[in-house]
């Protein structure tokens, strides 16, 4: 029943590794998008994918590579991670109408801890 | 640069009384507002979206006025209850679906 969801939850691993996140969501809808939250709880955007395209790209180092097999799945493949990528990781999604005022809707987030 | 602004410090008020949280923005002129309540360990809840020619938008408890001159929204809970404890973070609209949050505000009911 679950709208937007999320894997893993936790996700502890060393500097230098290579991990995945995966999003999904059964709105139906167009739209989804990852944010960062870091340690002081600052929500910050860094991709959204409208329909499997990439439409807004944030200041992201190019180690951050999402991916978007089809509008339902969103995954975020994270290269050579650092210290700094800990945080928390939230998906979210919207129904991506044109010219709409969008709700978002957040998955439960996936809290990255490198070490 | 854009900013948006809500109290970094925690808002303690007592059950039943009206909490009130500010977002004050700058250098932007978005389109709609939004609320969202974030718990601990939790994705953010849509709660209101307030759009820039609406004055105030309600909802059951919830009060949200959007002040474009002032570049300002208030967010009103009233007869607060303890379980509305948690924080509140204020989103701007920066057009092709893309949302900017400010930093949250933390609300603390007590019984």
């Known amino acids: 029943d679950t709208a937007v969801s999320q894997t893993p939850k936790y996700l502890v691993t060393q500097m230098g590794n290579d991990k995945s996140i995966k999003c999904e969501q059964n709105?139906?809808?167009?739209?989804m998008y990852w944010y960062k939250q870091d340690s002081k709880k600052f929500l910050k955007i860094m991709f959204s994918?409208?329909?499997?395209?990439?439409?807004i790209n944030e200041t992201v180092p190019n180690r951050f590579s999402p991916k978007s097999p089809d509008k339902a799945h969103l995954n975020l493949h994270i290269n050579s991670l650092e210290l700094g990528d800990s945080a928390v990781y939230f998906c979210?999604?919207?129904?991506?109408?044109?010219?709409?005022?969008?709700?978002?809707?957040f998955g439960p987030g996936t809290r990255l801890l490198v070490l | 640069s854009q900013k948006i602004e809500q109290n970094s410090e925690a808002l303690n008020i007592q059950e039943g009384k009206t909490a009130t949280l500010t977002c004050n923005y700058t250098?932007?002129?978005?389109?709609?507002l939004q609320w969202y309540r974030q718990d601990p360990g939790r994705g953010p809840v849509f709660l209101l979206l307030?759009?820039?020619?609406?004055k105030e938008k309600r909802k059951e408890r919830l009060k949200v006025t959007f002040d474009t001159t002032l570049k300002q929204s208030l967010f009103h809970i009233t007869a607060s209850q303890p379980a509305d404890s948690a924080t509140y973070l204020c989103?701007?609209?920066?057009?092709?679906?893309?949302?900017?949050f400010g930093t949250g505000t933390r609300l603390l009911v007590s019984p």
């Open positions: 979210a999604s919207s129904s991506g109408l044109a010219g709409a005022q969008e709700t978002q809707y």
């Open positions: 709105l139906g809808h167009d739209t």
């Open positions: 994918y409208n329909n499997k395209e990439l439409i």
């Open positions: 250098n932007y002129s978005p389109a709609y």
């Open positions: 307030i759009r820039e020619n609406e």
């Open positions: 989103a701007l609209d920066r057009g092709f679906q893309k949302l900017v």
